[in-house]
C-alpha cells in the first residue's frame, strides 16, 4: 500500500518561506517518482514539481522555477519542497503524488496521492 502524507503549510507574508515535507513509505521511494501538484479555491488543480526516484533529476512548472525547490535523497523516506519568495497566487492546497515518471506535468501519470496541506500567502 503506498502512503504519502503532507507536512509544513502554514500562513506567511508575501516574500516569506516555507519548506513542506512529504514522507513515503520506503516502498515507494524505491519505485515511484515524487512531486507536487497544488489546487486554489475555485482553480484547477495543477502541477508543480517533480523528482525522480533517486533524487537525480527535477522538472519545475515555469510558475515557480527559480523560487521553489524540490529535493530528496536517493536513501531519504522524505521529500521536500523549499518554497521561497512565496506570492499570494501561491496559496492553495498542496498535494504530495507519486508517479512512475518525474518528467510530466499530467495528473493522470500520478496515481497515489497524500491528503494536502494548505499553504497561505497574505499580501
Known amino acids: 500500500q503506498v502512503q504519502l502524507v503532507e507536512s509544513g503549510g502554514g500562513s506567511v507574508p508575501t516574500g516569506g518561506s516555507l519548506r513542506l515535507s512529504c514522507t513515503a513509505s520506503?516502498?515507494?521511494?524505491?519505485?515511484?517518482?515524487l512531486g507536487w501538484f497544488r489546487q486554489a479555491p475555485g482553480k484547477e488543480r495543477e502541477f508543480v514539481a517533480a523528482i525522480s526516484w533517486n533524487g537525480e533529476n527535477t522538472f519545475y512548472a515555469d510558475s515557480v522555477k527559480g523560487r521553489f525547490t524540490i529535493s530528496k535523497e536517493s536513501t531519504e523516506t522524505t521529500m521536500y519542497l523549499q518554497m521561497n519568495n512565496l506570492k499570494p497566487e501561491d496559496t492553495a492546497t498542496y498535494y504530495c503524488v507519486g508517479g512512475r515518471w518525474f518528467n510530466t506535468n499530467r495528473e493522470r501519470d500520478f496515481g497515489h496521492w497524500g491528503q494536502g496541506t494548505q499553504v497561505t500567502v497574505s499580501s
Open positions: 520506503r516502498r515507494t521511494l524505491s519505485n515511484y517518482a
